[in-house]
């Protein structure tokens, strides 16, 4: 099979012929049919992303869709000709998504939403893993708060305000200008990234804070969070808690704080049904047209890998896809 390897640091990406692999027992092998390429994968190619633990030469990419091409002993979930998705390598020595095939463990896979498209459903796993850890999880959203996203458009951003809404919570995120009408028709009520938080709050919640925050940003924005969520009851979860932080406003709100580490599964091995626990949720959301991603206006084909990936490292609107 054919594999597109990355051998140093932001390297071309190398066709290379490899013997197709075998499913063991508790795997499939699917036929890729739509990568979706992240942020994250484009810190790998770079050297800047020693916690997915991908050293190079490598296959990168963590997100998939394809069809069940065989699967190993025992497997029930799945039967060759299946349509599935789901974050299942690129990180940690696991072989990634820039390939004509790759091997699964069952319980990182989901069947694909039949409303949504192949590369609508590749576009889908890491975001909306990374959301529903967050929102669902850990800080159990439900119907009646408000919810605060940052960077409502970006890609964990975009997964967020929609599940937000489809579990009946109002929902508001932060985003610039020129990407406010995205918001808008969902039903988000959009804030301005530059507005301050003592603005934003006192004209949304009367100066109480929202009942959760979603940072997908880190750095300063992590900091207002922590000045942005409710007193008691409020609580900030973060994908993306780079940098140094006081946590004295957070205390002095008596407000509380999550982490997410959607790797981690990947990483270590531990949990992996969740995710496919997650993604069949999810699914059942996009069936019910409440969760669709936002894909970037121009389609790539692997034949243009590297300029997905400088499209995706300068930032996109909406989410690159590499169609197979």
């Not at 054919?2 to 140093?8: A, G, Q, R």
């Not at 997100?63 to 349509?83: H, L, N, S």
């Not at 995120?173 to 530059?194: E, F, Q, Y």
């Not at 205390?251 to 496919?276: D, E, I, Q, W």
Request: proline letters at 5%.
């Amino acid at each position: 099979m054919k594999t597109y390897v990355v051998e140093v640091t932001n390297g071309p990406f190398q066709e290379v012929d490899v013997t197709k692999p075998e499913p063991r027992p508790g795997q499939v092998l699917v036929r890729i049919c739509a990568s979706g390429v992240n942020p994250l994968d484009t810190k790998i190619r770079a050297g800047e992303a020693h916690h997915a633990k991908q050293p190079l030469p490598a296959v990168l990419g963590l997100d998939m869709a394809g069809i069940v091409e065989a699967k190993g002993p025992g497997v029930t979930e799945f039967q060759p000709g299946d349509e599935v998705f789901g974050m299942v390598g690129g990180v940690g020595g696991l072989q990634g998504t820039l390939a004509e095939f790759v091997v699964a463990d069952v319980g990182l896979l989901a069947p694909k939403p039949k409303t949504l498209t192949m590369q609508q459903a590749a576009a889908l796993p890491l975001a909306t893993i990374t959301t529903w850890e967050g929102l669902v999880d850990r800080a159990g959203v439900h119907a009646g708060q408000t919810v605060l996203v940052h960077a409502g458009v970006g890609g964990v951003g975009y997964a967020a305000v929609q599940i937000a809404l489809a579990f009946g919570s109002k929902v508001f995120a932060t985003v610039s200008s020129d990407k406010r009408s995205i918001l808008d028709a969902l039903g988000v009520v959009a804030i301005d990234r530059n507005a301050p938080v003592e603005e934003y709050i006192a004209e949304h919640t009367g100066g109480e804070g929202f009942d959760i925050v979603y940072d997908t940003l880190g750095g300063q924005v992590l900091d207002a969070s922590f000045a942005a969520v409710k007193r008691y009851t409020g609580h900030v979860v973060s994908c993306l808690g780079w940098g140094m932080h006081s946590l004295a406003p957070l205390s002095f709100r008596a407000a509380t704080y999550s982490g997410v580490f959607t790797l981690m599964p990947l990483l270590t091995g531990m949990h992996r049904a969740h995710h496919g626990e997650i993604l069949q949720k999810a699914g059942n959301l996009a069936g019910q047209s409440q969760l669709k991603p936002l894909l970037a206006e121009r389609r790539f084909g692997l034949d243009e890998i590297a300029d997905a990936y400088s499209m995706v490292a300068r930032g996109s609107r909406g989410k690159v896809v590499i169609e197979h």
